[in-house]
């Protein structure tokens, strides 16, 4: 492993995962100066179950719930922000619990934006917009969909907010949520940590750090993934799925957002396909795509990829082949679930273009429309 | 939005588990006044401890608690199960009613709860693990060997702590807990 010359890492959030993980946050917003929350959980089939066992873990304990708001979520948008700031408000809440993935943890994200800074969230949309620590965060993962739930990022409108403020203060991984998760929930949110992760390893943001947490989370998912995929329920796959899937997020909160995530946005944009899909066939075609012009993989995210066996059973050469037959190996076993290619999930040639076009737009860091073409190329045909 | 939907929750109790716990914490309390005047090792570990020093091991926030202290000749002495108006250097907490319930249903043993961070010690660390040390012999004492084997870090052998010795002074620990003294 390389020394790097310099670098800079943001440790957080907390994590607290295993055997009654849920009835550790009473202590934990105690630690906080805190003890009435205002607990977010998405509206729907399973919601009953997940407010009573959220319920019951707090008992016992000197926490009061503000309110449980477990109302529909449809989408991150001003509107439902600043109703459910006003509710914070109304109830005197002091700290946030969101319970869930996706849209709702954003929602909760641009909440504690609006109460601590005290002005609409969507003013705050950009880059280091927030001046201030905002108010304690616990993020309870049903399954972490859009990868930004445990990072340092909200959207808001379709416009994005980027802040260290913004990573959730604890991540509390239990089981009687993680298990309620449902088979394409569980598949999109492996396939975007399993993006994240191996981005932020190859980002120029590389660093030792960036390599613990990618190399955790990467193992975890080519061990887990399909087991989970294949049945949500497990306990055991779907707590290292969420623990996969926020450790990646750590990764991805402290470098830059890559390629293949770009592009995967612009995809979803236009086509209505959810990104995680996307985004692992892109990574997967920009693994390709580097052995083919020779760039290569580096040595440690070849380990994390193929794992210690069939890294150190490879020759030096044939390493970062090894590494991409695991990820190969890990997308058939989740079976039919996973796509060959862009072009079976109803990808247009045309659209490839304008997702180009988009991506480069998108991307603050100058991606080459060139080799943007070449990967989505690449993922379109799944050769 | 119509806020009266959402209205605040005060979370219950849960009362039958606290028994459970207060019920094990009284037992063990008394056990280790016990096997303090049975025990050579615990004597010792009792021996060791300041003057006046006394723990209370119990469930945060809201109890059951168990104090336990030493006596002027260096003995343990159970000194009940309300901690208030007591000067007590040594405060060990669970953090909540489940993670005890982990501990004393033996799914956790203590060394391995406290590697967890299930454990809040508010004192000194080094008493903080005698007093483990302590536990652990009680309960090698207290349950049979399948399960006090789970519940302590390493189960004493036959060189350390003899059947005779342990049954013999099972019965006794057991004789005078029930007693009390």
């Known amino acids: 492993m390389q020394s790097p010359n310099y670098y800079e890492f943001l440790g957080r959030p907390k994590m607290i995962s295993g055997k009654r993980a849920l009835e550790q946050i009473p202590l934990e917003l105690e630690g906080y100066g805190a003890g009435r929350p205002l607990i977010l959980l998405q509206g729907g089939a399973g919601s009953r179950g997940q407010a009573d066992t959220i319920t019951k873990a707090l008992y016992d304990s000197s926490l009061v719930i503000g309110a449980l708001y477990d109302g529909a979520i449809a989408g991150s948008t001003s509107g439902i922000a600043s109703e459910l700031a006003g509710l914070f408000r109304a109830r005197k809440c002091d700290s946030i619990i969101a319970i869930g993935g996706g849209a709702l943890v954003d929602v909760a994200k641009c909440v504690n934006m609006e109460v601590a800074e005290k002005k609409p969230a969507l003013g705050l949309a950009g880059e280091g917009k927030i001046s201030r620590e905002l108010k304690p965060m616990v993020l309870v993962p049903v399954a972490l969909v859009s990868g930004n739930e445990a990072a340092n990022r909200a959207y808001i409108d379709g416009l994005a907010c980027i802040s260290h403020f913004l990573s959730p203060d604890v991540v509390v991984i239990d089981h009687r949520m993680t298990s309620t998760a449902e088979t394409r929930p569980t598949l999109y949110s492996g396939l975007t940590a399993l993006a994240h992760a191996v981005e932020a390893a190859i980002s120029v943001s590389a660093n030792p750090m960036i390599d613990a947490y990618a190399y955790a989370s990467l193992r975890l998912l080519c061990e887990h993934l399909p087991a989970a995929v294949k049945k949500p329920s497990d306990k055991k796959s779907s707590v290292a799925v969420a623990n996969a899937a926020a450790l990646a997020a750590i990764a991805f909160s402290n470098a830059p957002a890559g390629m293949a995530h770009y592009l995967a946005e612009a995809l979803a944009d236009g086509t209505g396909i959810d990104p995680g899909i996307c985004m692992g066939l892109l990574v997967r075609a920009l693994l390709k795509t580097r052995i083919v012009e020779k760039k290569g993989i580096r040595e440690e995210l070849c380990l994390a990829l193929a794992g210690p066996g069939m890294f150190s059973a490879a020759p030096a050469s044939g390493r970062a082949k090894a590494a991409l037959g695991a990820i190969d190996g890990t997308f058939a076993d989740l079976g039919g679930m996973m796509p060959g290619s862009l072009r079976e999930i109803g990808v247009t040639q045309q659209r490839l273009n304008e997702a180009v076009r988009e991506a480069v737009k998108a991307s603050p860091s100058k991606l080459s429309a060139k080799e943007c073409m070449a990967v989505i190329g690449r993922a379109w045909n799944g050769k | ?181």
Request: aromatic share 12%; with cysteine; charged share 25%.
């Open chain 2, 1 to 181: 939005m119509n806020y009266d939907r959402y209205p605040e929750i005060k979370p219950g109790r849960k009362t039958i588990k606290r028994i459970y716990i207060a019920v094990m914490l009284f037992v063990v309390g008394r056990a280790i006044q016990a096997a303090c005047r049975v025990d050579e090792t615990v004597k010792k570990e009792f021996k060791n401890l300041k003057d006046g020093f006394a723990f209370v091991l119990g469930v945060h926030p809201y109890g059951p608690w168990m104090i336990v202290g030493r006596d002027a000749k260096g003995r343990a002495k159970y000194m009940g199960w309300n901690p208030e108006g007591k000067k007590i250097p040594l405060k060990m907490s669970i953090k909540n009613v489940e993670s005890a319930i982990l501990v004393f249903t033996f799914q956790e043993s203590t060394a391995v709860a406290f590697a967890r961070n299930r454990f809040v010690v508010d004192g000194d660390l080094i008493d903080a693990l005698a007093v483990v040390r302590v536990l652990d012999l009680v309960e090698v004492y207290l349950l049979p060997k399948l399960i006090a084997a789970l519940a302590v870090k390493r189960y004493p052998k036959w060189s350390e702590l003899s059947p005779v010795r342990k049954h013999v002074g099972r019965i006794v620990i057991y004789t005078r807990a029930l007693l009390g003294f």
